[in-house]
């Protein structure tokens, strides 16, 4: 009996062990940076078909209209070396057109992406929230048509992140990979006709299906001097 109580015993403090080394490896997930305070700069990952962000909006019939961005530009700053979040700012999509042929407007107006460093190596992915201070939120409008989709404040998850260049040099950089499924597109202004069709009032569903984006640490936002910038 004592002998099996033992075994026990060492059985729950192995298992104690292994949980608190799985909530450290967790609590690890962080962005990084060299120097504090850190200016992190966000642009298109490359020219490629991944590079591109994709935003794919479908209404109850399921017709859907896949809206294209060929660049994408944002910043942020951290106080200290490491965070378990980032927030980007001043965020900027250009190139837009829905279905490679209307021109598109996305005014992010009041809102921001905040990521989250925490689960950005499993399937489901990090979250990303986007935060708003005031109304009207993110405006996606397509010019020939006046229609307006607006997406409201949320959060989603689908982002993963990996680190690219030489570890220890100011060569690394992290690229944010975007699968994101969104709720809360509702439509504002139907316009002489939105593409998927919808109506003024409407909620619509969508998916950012892509948009590889690079992340680049810097000094400072005078001589933007790049510095070393990672997530683990």
């Known amino acids: 009996m004592i002998r099996n109580l033992k075994v026990l015993l060492a059985a729950a403090m192995a298992l104690a062990a292994f949980g608190a080394l799985s909530a450290t490896a967790h609590a690890a997930e962080e962005f990084h940076c060299s120097v504090q305070p850190c200016r992190y700069t966000a642009s298109v990952d490359?020219?490629?078909?991944?590079?591109?962000?994709?935003?794919?909006?479908?209404?109850?019939?399921?017709?859907?209209?896949s809206i294209t961005c060929t660049s994408f530009t944002g910043e942020g700053t951290t106080t200290t070396k490491t965070t378990v979040e980032l927030t980007l700012q001043n965020i900027k999509y250009g190139g837009c057109k829905i279905n490679g042929v209307s021109e598109v407007n996305v005014r992010m107006n009041s809102c921001d992406y905040l990521f989250t460093a925490a689960n950005g190596a499993t399937v489901a992915g990090a979250e990303v929230h986007i935060f708003c201070?005031?109304?009207?939120?993110?405006?996606?409008?397509?010019?020939?048509?006046?229609?307006?989709?607006?997406?409201?404040?949320?959060?989603?998850?689908?982002?993963?992140?990996?680190?690219?260049?030489?570890?220890?040099?100011?060569?690394?950089?992290?690229?944010?990979?975007?699968?994101?499924?969104?709720?809360?597109?509702?439509?504002?202004?139907?316009?002489?006709?939105?593409?998927?069709?919808?109506s003024v009032g409407d909620s619509l569903s969508a998916n950012y299906t892509t948009g590889n984006t690079i992340v680049t640490a810097e000094k400072d936002e005078v001589t933007k001097t790049m510095v070393e910038g990672w997530w683990a």
């Open 133 to 198: 201070t005031s109304t009207p939120h993110i405006e996606i409008e397509i010019v020939p048509t006046k229609c307006i989709f607006e997406v409201t404040p949320q959060t989603a998850t689908g982002i993963h992140y990996h680190n690219i260049g030489t570890p220890g040099t100011t060569s690394t950089e992290v690229t944010v990979e975007a699968a994101v499924p969104v709720s809360g597109v509702e439509v504002k202004s139907a316009g002489a006709g939105c593409t998927p069709k919808a």
């Open 46 to 65: 490359g020219t490629g078909a991944t590079a591109h962000h994709v935003f794919i909006i479908k209404n109850a019939g399921g017709e859907t209209g």
